[in-house]
């Protein structure tokens, strides 16, 4: 495989953003006063500055149409050259029909029509399921060579009450390939599924909010999310550096030509074999968690123990002293980070909290370093005569530095080394063990079969370490949940970082308004338009919610690429801040209007906006009329 192949294969990400939004907005301190609340119950309250609306003549589907649109035109993107479209929306205009099948409208002039996927909804969480589906088509056989396309198109709209200032609308566009200029971390994802009733629509154009239980649920999901991450992190790392052989190891960097929007030329791609690609299950899940018994030493001499166990497979000579590395993943290993904002002050309480979680992380004492030796033998060495073996079996002599240091980590297990870490361990370096009569290439295959048993089983501990760690953080996190003092401690001390890692990513969000499956795209356009190639060699961690509840949180890598890829091409197209200065401001009778007419068109046939399309800026697409039968016709603005 060239380097060029393996440059497509383990750099798979966004290679382009697109973002749209309506011409119009509302001031939100307009809107207090309007509303007859106290000043800065929407802008200090809610963090808000402005709120973007549609008005009759758009939807999510004429702003899917547009942002789709904006992004091939934008890069000269073929549309023969995509094989992928993936929706996120939670804001559907049919039950049965997706917003993607409206979307192929736009490929009828290419003759283009296989490509696959639909639309994604459960909330807010459909882009980010758009963004997993594209990257794993890509990397699977399925994969034909083309780009694929992750579109969230939205708009938040709510009865009158306190919750109609965090409304919103907007859609992004993704364009994703290989050799990215933001790369999707693959096994560094996390998730957090359940059943729960805080945000959902049954009938009707507003949805059912528990605002209360919405919130506790996007912090718990938040938690929950983050630990898991910082886990597979640390186990993913214990593991790589045990065996760089295994599919988690990281890739070398290579320099490669970047991926050129044109000219489209269909030729056979490399696929990605998921016989040798695809991880296999580090380790067997425990089948009681709860029988793992968690203390803040065991979980770094766990891991280390993984790293030093493995360094002889490769190299055939005793390894050296485990290295001391960094055991806990934490903020500081991110240098921005992306958060789903239904309202900017959820967000800054969000990284208020994963400081918190940092600092409870970091107050667990950390463990003594393992032994410098390794529990086995090295094959090479152990081709010894039968005397000196069977005097070793009856008098084995433990190097005093490996047992000093067993006694500190695990004083019930220093009698032999076939107790290391966990009882069900049992390992023996010895020739008697491996056979005597073997051949020197036999001793050393079966060596390297204990070494890779002990290395899982090493796994396996230290992954229900982490499990123990995890139940007892979300205890103390559950018993905080409603601590403002605690919530206000947490917002000052983090306050300065939060301005370094999140706030170059709030613009949207703060101006825009809520953009449910869109919100988090829309922080990263923000933060593309705010750092462009300064994103260079950054690692981002994103979080996304969708009520319900979906969430997950995933890390982007920034690369330099040449070509039109580049972080600073991208950051010269999105022009966020000059289309923000460009839109009109309505007035809050004009905004509550208009909600009164978005009622009426709710599922409405032989339907003609009352707002004109001439109010919208250039190339954008909008509703024509929606017909007896209930189907609607669309066209764009010259």
Request: include cysteine.
């Amino acid at each position: 495989m060239t380097t060029a192949d393996m440059d497509a294969l383990s750099n798979i990400g966004i290679l382009a953003v697109e973002a749209y939004f309506p011409s119009q907005f509302i001031d939100q301190a307009e809107l207090e006063e309007h509303d007859n609340v106290s000043a800065g119950k929407y802008t200090v309250g809610l963090g808000q500055t402005s709120m973007s609306f549609f008005k009759d003549q758009e939807n999510v589907v004429s702003a899917a149409m547009t942002v789709t649109q904006n992004l091939m035109d934008k890069y000269q993107i073929d549309p023969r050259s995509i094989g992928r479209l993936e929706v996120g929306t939670e804001s559907s205009i049919d039950k049965s029909k997706s917003i993607k099948t409206f979307l192929m409208s736009l490929f009828a002039h290419s003759g283009n029509t296989d490509i696959e996927g639909v639309d994604n909804v459960n909330a807010c969480y459909g882009g980010t399921a758009g963004l997993y589906n594209a990257a794993n088509w890509i990397e699977s056989r399925a994969w034909d060579g083309r780009y694929a396309m992750v579109v969230a198109s939205d708009e938040a709209v709510y009865a009158e009450g306190p919750a109609r200032p965090s409304g919103g609308a907007g859609a992004v566009a993704f364009l994703v390939g290989p050799n990215a200029p933001l790369v999707l971390e693959r096994g560094l994802t996390s998730c957090h599924m359940e059943h729960v009733y805080d945000f959902y629509k049954p009938a009707g154009l507003y949805p059912k909010v528990e605002g209360p239980l919405s919130l506790k649920c996007y912090m718990r999901a938040l938690e929950t999310c983050y630990i898991r991450l910082c886990h597979k992190a640390e186990l993913r790392t214990a593991v790589d550096r045990a065996n760089p052989r295994h599919p988690h190891a990281p890739q070398a960097p290579f320099d490669s030509p970047g991926v050129q929007p044109t000219p489209f030329v269909m030729t056979p791609q490399p696929k990605c074999d998921p016989i040798s690609s695809t991880p296999d299950l580090i380790f067997p899940l425990s089948p009681d968690p709860s029988q793992a018994q968690f203390s803040p030493a065991d979980s770094e001499p766990a891991a280390a123990s993984v790293a030093a166990a493995g360094a002889a497979s490769l190299t055939g000579s005793a390894p050296a002293a485990a290295p001391k590395v960094k055991q806990k993943l934490g903020l500081s290993d991110f240098d921005y980070c992306c958060f789903h904002s239904p309202f900017h002050k959820l967000v800054r309480k969000a990284f208020a909290r994963l400081c918190h979680i940092d600092k409870l992380r970091q107050q667990r004492p950390a463990g003594p370093q393992i032994a410098e030796h390794s529990p086995f033998t090295n094959a090479s060495q152990t081709c010894i005569t039968a005397e000196a073996e069977t005097q070793q079996e009856t008098n084995p002599q433990e190097p005093q530095a490996h047992q000093g240091a067993l006694q500190q980590a695990h004083p019930r297990h220093t009698h032999s080394q076939c107790q290391l870490q966990h009882p069900h361990e049992q390992h023996s370096p010895s020739m008697l063990h491996l056979g005597i009569h073997s051949s020197p290439d036999q001793l050393q295959q079966q060596q390297r079969q204990q070494q890779q048993q002990h290395q899982e089983q090493q796994a396996q501990r230290l992954h229900q370490l982490q499990e123990a760690e995890a139940a007892e953080l979300h205890k103390q996190l559950a018993d905080t949940l409603s601590n403002r003092a605690l919530e206000k401690a947490m917002a000052v001390q983090s306050a300065a970082q939060f301005e370094v890692k999140v706030k170059p990513g709030c613009l949207a969000g703060q101006t825009l308004g809520n953009m449910y499956s869109a919100s988090l795209g829309m922080a990263l356009a923000s933060l593309i338009e705010a750092k462009g190639a300064d994103l260079e060699g950054s690692k981002l961690l994103m979080f996304s919610y969708g009520s319900g509840l979906a969430a997950g949180m995933f890390v982007l890598k920034g690369r330099a690429i040449p070509g039109a890829f580049a972080l600073h091409r991208l950051q010269s197209k999105v022009d966020l801040q000059d289309r923000l200065q460009q839109r009109t401001k309505s007035s809050p009778e004009e905004f509550a209007q208009t909600m009164h007419v978005l009622e009426q068109r709710f599922h409405a046939a032989e339907y003609h906006p009352v707002s004109s399309a001439a109010t919208l800026h250039p190339h954008t697409y909008y509703l024509k009329s929606i017909d007896h039968a209930y189907r609607s016709s669309y066209s764009r603005v010259d």
